[in-house]
Nanobody, 119 residues
């Protein structure tokens, strides 16, 4: 069984910073592209940022120059450093990973972590 466990999140003031972490756990798996999605109330779940195993990153336009995604392949962990947070960044943030395990590829999701940007 492969699981994604997120940490970080919470309440932060506008202009503040926060870091999210997500670790894939289990045995005998390989994590390829990993990323973060977010979903605000009443909205669909949208991609925020992703990172390949070799470190190539992509970002949604609204977070470029404010958010940075990184990963530690040895620890099967990704991070999302969020700076200059805005109220519109408020959402539940979900970690996702494309994982090869027991002969097949599958997308896994974390349970989500709430990020609230408010004064």
């Amino acid at each position: 069984q492969v699981r994604l466990v997120e940490s970080g999140g919470g309440l932060v003031q506008p202009g503040g910073s926060q870091r999210l972490s997500c670790t894939a756990s289990g045995s005998s798996f390989v994590a390829f592209t990993m990323g973060w999605y977010r979903q605000a109330p009443g909205n669909q779940r949208d991609l925020v940022a992703s990172i390949t195993r070799s470190g190539t990153t992509t970002y949604v336009e609204s977070v470029k120059d404010r958010f940075t995604i990184s990963r530690d392949n040895a620890e099967n962990t990704i991070y999302l450093q969020m700076n200059n947070l805005k109220p519109e960044d408020t959402a539940v943030y979900y970690c996702t990973a494309n994982i090869f395990w027991r002969g097949s590829y599958r997308d896994y999701w974390g349970q989500g972590t709430q990020v609230t940007v408010s004064s």
